[in-house]
């Protein structure tokens, strides 16, 4: 491939719900710049981007691709990213890499939350955007429906470029809105001038008055002109439209067919002419040796630097660093340093990918989209610069995982295999997390939803030939007692020789402080027992405290007090004493009505207005306790409440179902509270049923 400086270079990702169409305009757009012979279908599984076997399978993007391509003279880096919510870390990756975006709506679907979510996400990350409505070709697709929808949701700057010619329920042309001109297909990719249709006349008008109301809304001298019913030039028209795009004050609306590749090339030109190019966006580091601000911003001039956005670990085709070069000329036998890792490494070969293929380049210009194979330290998010001038580039922020399961191997012996696999699957995606949890002896794997871990799941299985099975985590409760306890223990064995004799006497009363897990004193007078067996009363405290009387559960909350109790000169020694203190303890902690706690998570839900009705409803259910709401941008409500951790098992499907995809929620534990009476003996029982071994634990 050609090598592209900064000003020939543009990097879209291509944004939108699940199924809009996504990959299938990149593959139309992949097929009109020569890269393929060919054009790829999702549903054969054959498409330039799908090419992981999960993706094959399940006929949907799972991880963000980049296909590389050349139209009028400029590289344009197309970034296909899943429309899945369950894979928003891949989302995420790919508009942090992005200088624009290309939000791609269904015609037949029309709006969907997918929608609603690309769009936030340009808000965030302030990505000039354009809307692609797709699927024209369908019957009953509604260009019309979907640009009143946007109008009302976003208001004036929503400018639609084009208008759909249909005879007979086919699409057949389009009306260029900006040269007020018909253009009718005659072959794939190819168009003659025609007439407007007299039955189009009636929304071109209005398409027409939107477009001039938003070039008019771009200056003072603009609207006078508008006013006093003055026409723009077509030139003048696409000069203000490349300034307001760029400044995300007009949002143009586009639309075709990408099964039948028409008004694609419309869409490739459009993005070459309006979206800006990467030295247009500015992008600031830290230069480590100097403590100063460094202003990449993109300048090929500036000393070489670039960060990593997406790490690919695939078992077949090795690892690759994506990178995006933030400043300077990146050649392939540079040596970079990896501010994160305090490592260097000399560059073998730099690559482009086209999805899964990758192409040998010489250099990459400050803008552009590459990928380094095997560098071996390098994690997603770090930056590669020279050791003269070591700049680090901030993180891309990235969703956290909250829905998790326990797993565990199917096969004895695979549990390394297992933690290999699962940490290469990490490396690639960062909003994997897997979690040994030893104080339940069982291990955790978190994702993004139900979905997510299922294709984790799949992958171990077909990709690292390995099987787990995913089960209800174990919660983490803990025992307490809430009233006073007074017991002895004595701990006494004959055997020939030396006997054991160990004799404490003991209250056991609820300490009040639930972050530690007991506190001991002694108030013996006499010498009843010896000072030297304290440590081993204490001890055996300790070896207790890990699993309670009840149900097996840590204990907190304990205080004992040790205040009589007997020795043998010869027979007494301290692990008697242990063994005593042991025995007074499962007697005192069972006599000082014990309970057991379970935690208790911090909830914030982040849902529009019309859901908070069902959601507080839905935690009033779960046992949660809503303590209030405060209104967020874009007319939200966070809702906080406090919920036992045990009642938000399952609660991501459960909200996206409640909200249609618009919830989200966060949580962190922030304590223990007792658990009702039924939830107790639920335990108790499980307790009781596994010591009898009918249950494995």
Same mark, same amino acid.
Request: with cysteine; glycine share 8%; proline share 4%.
């Given at each position: ?31 009109? %710049? !020569? ?12 498409? #330039?981007? &799908? =090419?992981? @076997? $999960? ?7 799972i991880s963000t691709s980049v296909i590389p ?111 007020? %001109? !018909? ?12 007439? #407007?249709? &007299? =039955?189009? @006349? $009636? ?145 073998? @070969? ?166 530690k897990s007991f506190i001991f004193e002694q ?175």
């Amino acid at each position: 491939m050609n090598v592209y400086t900064t000003d020939k270079i543009r990097n879209v990702v291509l944004l939108g719900h699940g199924g809009s169409g996504k990959t299938t305009l990149a593959e139309a757009m992949s097929y009109l %710049a !020569g890269i393929t012979s060919r054009m790829g279908r999702v549903e054969d599984g054959n498409t #330039i981007s &799908d =090419y992981d @076997k $999960e993706e094959i399978k399940r006929k949907f993007s799972i991880s963000t691709s980049v296909i590389p391509l050349e139209w009028e003279g400029v590289k344009v880096n197309i970034l296909d990213s899943p429309g899945y919510f369950d894979f928003v870390g891949e989302v995420e990756e790919a508009v942090a890499a992005a200088d624009a975006a290309v939000i791609v709506v269904s015609g037949k679907a029309g709006v969907e939350v997918g929608t609603e979510k690309a769009w936030d996400l340009c808000e965030k990350y302030n990505l000039p955007r354009m809307f692609y409505v797709s699927d024209m070709d369908v019957d009953n697709a509604s260009f019309r429906e979907v640009v009143e929808t946007l109008t009302n949701m976003y208001g004036k700057k929503i400018a639609p470029l084009f208008q759909p010619i249909r005879e007979n329920e086919k699409f057949v042309g389009y009306v260029n809105v900006v040269k007020m %001109a !018909g253009r009718r297909f005659i072959d794939k990719g190819k168009r003659e001038e025609c007439e #407007i249709p &007299d =039955y189009c @006349k $009636e929304y071109l008008d209005i398409y027409r008055e939107a477009l001039m109301d938003s070039v008019a809304e771009t200056s003072d001298e603009f609207m006078e002109r508008y006013f006093s019913g003055d026409e723009f030039s077509v030139d003048e028209i696409r000069a203000a439209l490349r300034f307001n795009i760029d400044d995300c004050s007009i949002v143009p609306v586009e639309m075709g067919s990408a099964v039948e590749l028409r008004n694609i090339h419309n869409l490739l030109t459009d993005i070459v002419k309006y979206f800006p190019s990467p030295d247009k966006r500015q992008c600031a580091g830290l230069n480590k040796k100097t403590n100063e601000i460094f202003e990449g911003n993109y300048d090929f001039q500036k000393a070489k630097s670039a960060y990593i956005f997406k790490t690919i670990v695939d078992p077949f085709i090795g690892k690759y660093s994506l990178i995006k070069v933030v400043s300077g000329v990146i050649k392939n036998d540079d040596v970079l340093y990896n501010t994160d890792k305090d490592t260097e490494e000399k560059l073998n @070969k730099l690559y482009v990918l086209q999805g899964n293929k990758p192409i040998e380049v010489k250099e990459l210009h400050a803008g552009d989209i590459g990928a380094i194979g095997k560098l071996s330290a390098a994690r997603t998010g770090d930056t590669l610069a020279t050791k003269a001038i070591p700049i680090a580039y901030g993180k891309t922020e990235m969703s956290i995982p909250y829905t998790y399961k326990r797993y565990k191997a199917k096969n004895k012996g695979d549990d390394d295999k297992i933690s290999q696999a699962l940490n290469k699957m990490m490396i690639e995606d960062q909003t994997i997390k897997a979690v040994n949890d030893g104080e339940n002896r069982q291990t955790l794997l978190y994702g993004m939803g139900d979905q997510h871990l299922d294709i984790i799941t799949s992958k171990l299985q077909d990709e690292y030939k390995v099987e787990i099975e995913l089960t209800k985590p174990k919660m983490a409760f803990r025992e307490t007692i809430r009233k006073k306890s007074d017991v002895e223990g004595k701990h006494k064995k004959q055997s020939g020789g030396h006997g054991q004799y160990g004799h404490v006497k003991m209250t056991f009363e609820p300490s009040g402080d639930l972050e530690k897990s007991f506190i001991f004193e002694q108030i013996v007078v006499g010498g009843a027992v010896p000072k030297n067996y304290f440590p081993a009363v204490e001890k055996g405290l300790a070896d207790s405290m890990q699993k309670g009387p009840l149900a097996g559960y840590p204990v907190v909350g304990v205080k004992a007090t040790l205040y009589d109790g007997s020795f043998h000169p010869v027979d007494s020694s301290e692990m008697a004493f242990k063994m005593a203190t042991i025995l007074a303890f499962k007697k005192g902690f069972m006599d000082a009505s014990p309970v057991l706690l379970e935690p208790i998570a911090s909830l914030k839900v982040t849902v529009p207005d019309k859901y908070t009705g069902d959601v507080m409803g839905d935690l009033n259910k779960r046992r949660g306790r809503v303590l209030g709401m405060n209104p967020t941008a874009g007319g939200k409500q966070v809702i906080e409440a406090d919920i036992p951790m045990m009642e938000l098992y399952g609660y991501s499907t459960d909200l996206r179902s409640m909200t249609g995809g618009r919830g989200d929620y966060r949580y962190e534990f922030a304590r223990y509270e007792q658990a009702p009476s039924d939830i107790q003996e639920k335990e108790v029982a499980a307790r009781a049923a596994a010591e009898s071994g009918s249950e494995d634990s």
